[in-house]
Every structure is written in structure tokens, then in C-alpha cells.
């Protein structure tokens, strides 16, 4: 049974490529969404077998259940994610190999983000370390981890106004007044 599972249709070369090559560094195997239906609805009925079986009560049935429901959205968090990425490859990106610790730590880091603005954000920069690696050190990942939707936006926003003409760089001055918007 697969880790993640992702329909391969549809998508670039390179996009197939991302999907293999993080495949091969995290042990996952993609298959198609038929097979992940039928294997989820399989899933959800050993699941309530096991928890049966183990006799369960109180506290440790609810943490069980707890501790499944949220890595299953985890899981399907890591998946919108990859797909996002091997989505925004086009057949001239060249995939480069992507670092097995690398990705670990991305993964890690992007396994939360559950908001579909955000889960964009980590799929392009999932693609970006795809065409370019090293394009993100493992800090920027962590720092990303750490911020709101919002707080994104801002740094999109206010990044506009940031310039630099040969060695010279000129910014806004950031006051908390300018941020009340």
C-alpha cells in the first residue's frame, strides 16, 4: 500500500519526473485515483476493525482516532501539495534530483498548511527546488512553517517596493503603522 497516491494523468514529463523522483527519496509510491478511492474506503473499514480489536476505551479510543484523523489530513495535505507542484511543471522544466533530507524536511514543514492559497506557495517552491536545487535552504522552509496566509501576503506585497541598482538596495521603511491596512 502506498504512502501517497496521486493520478499521474494529465500531467507534464517533468511533473511525472518530480512525482518519481520523491517517490524514490521518501519510499512513496504514486497510483491512480481508483486504486486510492477503493484503498481509503478499505483503510476506514480495517481501521474500525483495529480499533475494535484493541479493546479501546475512554481517553486512548479518542486518541487514537485523534492521532488518524489528523494525519490523514496530513496526508492529503502533503498530497494537494506535491500535485500542485508536479502540476506547475511544463515540459521544458528540467527536473533536477532533489536531496533526500531536503525533501524530508519539506514535508515536515508543509504537512499543516491545509489552506489551498498556502498549499500553492509550498507546491511552487516544491518545483522551484524540483528545476533548481538548493534554489531554498531548509531555514527558509522552517520560516515559511511559522507564517499566517496573511503575513505571506504582506512579504508579497511589501517585496514590490524592495529594489537594488548595482550594489546599492533601497527598501520601505517598515512601521507597524504602514502594515494597518
Known amino acids: 500500500m502506498s504512502l501517497i497516491d ?3 494523468s494529465g500531467l507534464s514529463e517533468p511533473g511525472t519526473k518530480l512525482i518519481e523522483k520523491i517517490s524514490d527519496a521518501i519510499g512513496v509510491l504514486y497510483e491512480p485515483t481508483r486504486i486510492r478511492k477503493k484503498a481509503k474506503a478499505e483503510a476506514e473499514a480495517k481501521r474500525t476493525e483495529l480499533i475494535s480489536r484493541l479493546e ?3 481517553i486512548e479510543k479518542r486518541a487514537v482516532e485523534r492521532f488518524l484523523k489528523r ?6 495535505n502533503i498530497e494537494n501539495i506535491t ?3 508536479a502540476q506547475s511543471l511544463s515540459e521544458s522544466d528540467n527536473v533536477s534530483d532533489i536531496d533526500e533530507d531536503w525533501i524530508e524536511a519539506f ?18 517552491i516544491l518545483s ?4 533548481s536545487k538548493g ?3 531548509r531555514r527558509t522552509l522552517k520560516l515559511l512553517s511559522t507564517i ?8 508579497t506585497y511589501f517585496g514590490k517596493f524592495v529594489w537594488q541598482a548595482n550594489s546599492l538596495q533601497f527598501y520601505l521603511p517598515m512601521r507597524m503603522e504602514i502594515l494597518k491596512v
Open 6 to 8: 496521486l493520478s499521474l
Open 56 to 58: 479501546l476505551e475512554g
Open 71 to 76: 494525519e490523514t489530513k496530513r496526508q492529503e
Open 83 to 85: 500535485m500542485q507542484a
Open 107 to 124: 514535508f515536515r514543514e508543509c504537512e499543516d498548511i491545509s489552506d489551498e492559497q498556502m498549499q500553492m506557495l509550498w507546491g511552487r
Open 128 to 131: 522551484e527546488e524540483a528545476k
Open 135 to 137: 534554489s531554498f535552504s
Open 148 to 155: 499566517s496566509k496573511e503575513e505571506a501576503n504582506l512579504i
